[in-house]
């Protein structure tokens, strides 16, 4: 663990909550206008806002927590890729639309458990974020559940891709669920939950939803880590680079 | 203490400011107040100062700078130079602060109201049933969670055959 994050283990998992937000809400929008009918269109373009929106509510604590003047637009825009912590799953490329999906599901799954913790936290602060985000979170999972069951229990076509992007997918998952120190930390005061106690409900509730969709989980998988210690994927450079265009560009450029 | 000069300075009185705030429409439903969607928490004044806290409805919706800019000029129109806009999170804005007006002049509007008891709990479950603002039916269709807002659903009437919005439970 970098010394800076030992210091401040609060701002750490406000900038992994808010960078999870941010990074998947920006995969997600690249989605509007060319979803495969309307209606999905419209639902990747509504998860992607709320996605954003709190991703701005985190970023101001985190912003906050830092005390050196930053504010959320410029931890969004002017921080490189290795000072990002959000899980490498939410940076991973749309790919097709069932890539997308079960990207959606896997992350929702964990979102609404982990919010629905917070809610209880010693920390007012996250627990008035957690309480705005939770309600959002409920209908992003109940959406990506409904399609990750209708195209697994599909056609032949629908079931090959979504279980091609779960084992693409899956690897990325262990991080969210495994305490590093920070983590340990922070449920030791009671800040953030245990996670060996989310790991137990994501499985749960993962593996319902997956049984229903008849898709298989792959076995004794290598579980991919690095996000939260600003270890990335190749995907996130990319990302970065087209959203942080104009702020580079056109540094302090604002509308 | 109230002096004299605060006295003549300060003739704002809450409950004015309140009838003021009931006149500035939602940007999105504009038949709805921001009062009647109960997003404005506390109207505070002190020392000529208009404070107006106000909750956001989803935590992206595009609406929720555009309401704070509607207040701060509708209070402006109304002799109040000095407004802050102060945002509250918690506790989270529920649709059960939409007013019973609010829900009526929805439904007029061609928006079904929400269904109290009915907010998403994020597991897989059958949605409410939600009746057709238009003729009234209980013989509705959900066609996506999410419509043309982030708070609304797109749903249609299997009887009228119309298609409405659904300002979903929160």
């Known amino acids: ?255 | 203490m109230v002096s004299a000069m605060d006295a003549v300075s300060e003739p704002l009185s809450i409950e004015d400011i309140w009838i003021w705030l009931g006149e500035v429409p939602d940007p999105e439903i504009p038949v709805i107040s921001v009062v009647d969607l109960g997003i404005v928490r506390d109207v505070a004044v002190s020392g000529g100062e208009v404070a107006i806290t106000v909750t956001p409805t989803y935590s992206g919706c595009p609406a929720t700078a555009v309401i704070a800019m509607e207040i701060e000029q509708a209070l402006r129109r109304k002799g109040v130079e000095r407004v802050k806009i102060e945002t509250q999170l918690s506790p989270a804005w529920t649709t059960q602060w939409i007013s019973k007006e609010g829900r009526e002049k929805l439904r007029a509007y061609g928006i079904a109201p929400p269904v109290e008891g009915a907010s998403c709990a994020g597991a897989l479950k059958a949605p409410p049933d939600i009746m057709c603002p238009r003729c009234g039916s209980a013989n509705t269709e959900r066609v996506s969670q999410f419509g043309s807002t982030p708070c609304k659903a797109h749903y249609r009437c299997t009887d009228c055959l119309e298609p409405f919005d659904y300002f979903k439970s929160f």
């Open chain 1, 1 to 255: 663990m970098p010394k800076a994050a030992k210091e401040n283990p609060l701002l750490e998992f406000a900038l992994h909550m808010g960078d999870n937000c941010l990074i998947l809400g920006q995969q997600v929008s690249a989605w509007c206008g060319h979803a495969p009918v309307l209606e999905e269109d419209i639902a990747l373009a509504n998860t992607a806002l709320d996605l954003i929106g709190q991703a701005k509510f985190w970023l101001e604590l985190a912003a906050d927590l830092e005390g050196e003047g930053r504010s959320a637009d410029d931890l969004a825009f002017l921080r490189d890729v290795r000072q990002f912590r959000n899980c490498l799953l939410a940076e991973q490329p749309n790919g097709d639309f069932g890539q997308t999906l079960m990207r959606q599901f896997l992350f929702d799954a964990w979102h609404h458990l982990m919010l629905t913790a917070l809610l209880s936290s010693t920390d007012k602060r996250i627990a008035g974020i957690a309480e705005k985000a939770v309600k959002e979170a409920a209908y992003h999972l109940e959406r990506s559940s409904d399609l990750v069951v209708r195209l697994g229990d599909g056609s032949s076509e629908s079931h090959a891709r979504m279980q091609t992007a779960l084992d693409e997918l899956w690897r990325f998952t262990g991080e969210l669920i495994t305490p590093d120190d920070i983590d340990a930390a922070l449920a030791a005061n009671g800040v953030a939950p245990d996670l060996g106690d989310i790991e137990k409900r994501w499985l749960d509730s993962v593996r319902g939803v997956l049984e229903e969709a008849t898709l298989r989980i792959p076995e004794g998988a290598y579980m991919q880590e690095g996000g939260k210690t600003g270890l990335h994927s190749e995907s996130l450079g990319y990302l970065l680079a087209d959203m942080q265009f104009m702020q580079r560009a056109y540094p302090g450029a604002t509308w």
